[in-house]
């Protein structure tokens, strides 16, 4: 089977409340978009779940709200905040931990990853530390944190495991897929969905055309969701 199309239409899971503090990024489209996929994927009673770059808990909640064991890790104070009052007031039981991705859990294994990551191309090859930007800049390829869980993500998997990634085609699925795959996993894109462009690739349109990025012409941008198995 191939990837599956969807509408914007189509993503509909949407929390009742969200607590957002600044600097924190706020769910959208992408983050609905994986998190509609985590029941068909299975997700649910008896399963550990890690969710990486967690932001205010979506992901993470909607996970526990599915009947999973969640664990949630990002590296800002202010989203592991958020993540945990999320959590409080969906009334599921997220254990959040702050750190540098897999760095906060060493030695642990799960049932499955999900992450949403930062994976916005920017023109500074430096993250930044602090602010607004740290939520999706992601180096001149979209890559920096992308590449890391690719990289890091299958000795978290237990055999068996699951990893479900969202990030943009600007970002290079590809090479998502050849990373998981040379690590031993099966992976493929099995999401596609076509979106608007947002305020933060309006903002920076020129360069990333100018990079080769983006085609002339273009008007909307493609999320996808990398999907991989440990054999």
Known sequence: MGPIAMSAGAVTVRPRRTVRLPGVYA???DSYFLAAALRREGVGPGM????LCTGTGT???RAAQLGARVTAVDISRRAVTAARVNASLAKVPVFVHRGDLLAALPGRRFDAVISNPPYVPAPRRTLPRHGPGRAWDA???GRALVDRI????????????LLLMVHSALSRPDESVRRLERAGLSASVSDRLSIPFGPVLRGRLGWLRDS???PPGATTEELVIIRARKN
């Open 27 to 29: 769910p959208q489209t």
């Open 48 to 51: 550990d779940v890690l969710d």
């Open 59 to 61: 992901l993470a909640v």
């Open 139 to 141: 180096g001149p390829d």
């Open 150 to 161: 690719c990289d890091a993500a299958p000795a978290a998997l237990r055999s068996g495991g």
């Open 212 to 214: 080769g990025l983006l």
